[in-house]
């Protein structure tokens, strides 16, 4: 009954995909020979009408195109069914569901999915239907995965976060914005202050779908062994990317380095023993998914397909050191044995031996090396181990640099304190 009822779903899909595409090309079609006739100062009739739309139909190429559209997802179906009712994935039924699931998210990437709609009123509109037809199908899925199989966690993302993944983007309260939140969001992708309300549900949520990802049993042998960790890659750097991680902070600014409330606010995160604790999963997560890729040869192979996700990956775990560090720095010894800056030194001597010496890595545009390198530069720690622990800066740096820190907070201004008092 599921794969019959699935496959159902699936011809009104692509019937609607149809009726949608080609209602339009035909609309549009009509429009310019209308158009021809009344410049030619002819009368428009019912009958040329109907000629119009009969040269259409006797036309080669419309016929070419509508047995090629219908070609086109006939090939989908068996391409995906080939896959998901192989004898090395798990639940057959459910993943009858997930094909129908899989052509409206196509649908929806190839004519709607673009990044500014995750930033204007009609956009959000626009994903609304989707998200609502990829729930029905999500559920009806859920039906044959048992509740604490972590597959459920990789549809989650595939059709509610790997849209906004790819955008960079989150949903934004439009009531909050200004002219000038509009231009900042546009340039960076986003500010936390002005995300909607079901923005901190997402990121709740998000946390949950990467503990389960984490730590529950997946009986699909590809989604085992591929799919949890390049997910988890790319949950945390979207995290990272739009400081989702400071979202509980309450920032309100755009200009924010400017802003003395947002210098007090960022410096109060050290006392939040809860975001403390998200810090630490999170960097264990990255650590165990490291390992995992380092000594797989299928994530070896997706690596390559996707150049960025382990730079990025490398780059990142050396972020969430940092702030550990840091935090860790407030209340722990101000020395240079301090266990997080000695742990803090080592994640940095991996990226930059990973940053030397990898081809891939050096094949990478600049701007996409520079994405990486800036996840991995923290001026606070490598300044300390620079200046206070006899560490030369080409194993701090790629460019060995010099050093330069600011002591903008006071929280900062007492840790170098501690380390000038300490020698």
Request: with cysteine; net charge neutral.
């Amino acid at each position: 009954m599921p794969y019959l009822e699935s496959f159902f779903y699936y011809i009104v899909v692509v019937l609607l995909m149809f009726v949608i595409l080609f209602g339009g090309a035909l609309f549009l079609y009509m429009s310019f020979g209308q158009f021809k006739i009344f410049f030619a100062k002819e009368e428009v009739t019912l009958d040329i009408e109907k000629n119009l739309l009969y040269s259409l139909v006797k036309n080669r190429i419309f016929k070419f195109f509508i047995l090629a559209y219908f070609a086109t997802f006939c090939f989908f179906y068996l391409n995906q069914a080939t896959d998901y009712f192989s004898d090395e994935r798990a639940y057959p039924q459910a993943k009858a569901y997930k094909i129908v699931a899989d052509l409206v998210l196509f649908h929806y990437d190839f004519f709607i999915a673009h990044r500014n709609l995750y930033y204007r009123p009609i956009g959000l509109k626009l994903i609304e239907p989707y998200q609502d037809v990829q729930e029905y199908l999500m559920q009806k899925g859920f039906e044959f995965i048992p509740k604490d199989d972590a597959e459920r966690a990789i549809w989650r993302y595939e059709y509610f976060y790997s849209q906004y993944i790819r955008a960079m983007a989150a949903p934004i309260d439009f009531d909050k914005l200004t002219p000038d939140d509009l231009g900042y969001i546009l340039r960076i992708g986003g500010h936390p202050a002005i995300y909607k309300a079901e923005a901190k549900e997402m990121l709740i949520e998000v946390e949950g779908i990467i503990e389960s990802l984490m730590n529950n049993s997946m009986k699909d042998k590809y989604y085992d062994e591929v799919n949890r960790y390049m997910t988890t890659i790319l949950f945390s750097v979207w995290w990272e990317k739009f400081s989702f991680l400071h979202y509980t902070l309450g920032v309100r600014t755009v200009h924010e380095h400017l802003s003395k409330d947002y210098n007090i606010i960022l410096t109060q995160w050290t006392e939040d023993k809860d975001y403390f604790i998200r810090l630490n999963k999170f960097s264990n997560w990255l650590d165990i998914t490291k390992d995992k890729i380092d000594n797989s040869q299928t994530l070896h192979k997706m690596m390559k397909n996707h150049q960025l996700i382990y730079p990025e990956l490398m780059g990142l775990r050396v972020t969430l050191m940092s702030a550990i560090t840091y935090a860790e720095m407030q209340y722990g010894e101000l020395s240079c044995s301090n266990k997080m800056l000695q742990k803090y030194y080592i994640y940095k001597q991996e990226f930059l031996k990973y940053a030397r010496n990898d081809i891939g890595y050096r094949r990478l545009s600049k701007q996409e090396r520079l994405r990486a390198s800036s996840l991995a530069s923290s001026n606070l720690e490598d300044y300390i181990l620079f200046k206070y622990c006899d560490v030369k800066a080409m194993n701090l740096e790629l460019d060995s640099q010099v050093f330069i820190y600011s002591k903008t907070f006071n929280k900062t201004k007492k840790i170098i304190a501690g380390f000038d008092n300490g020698r």
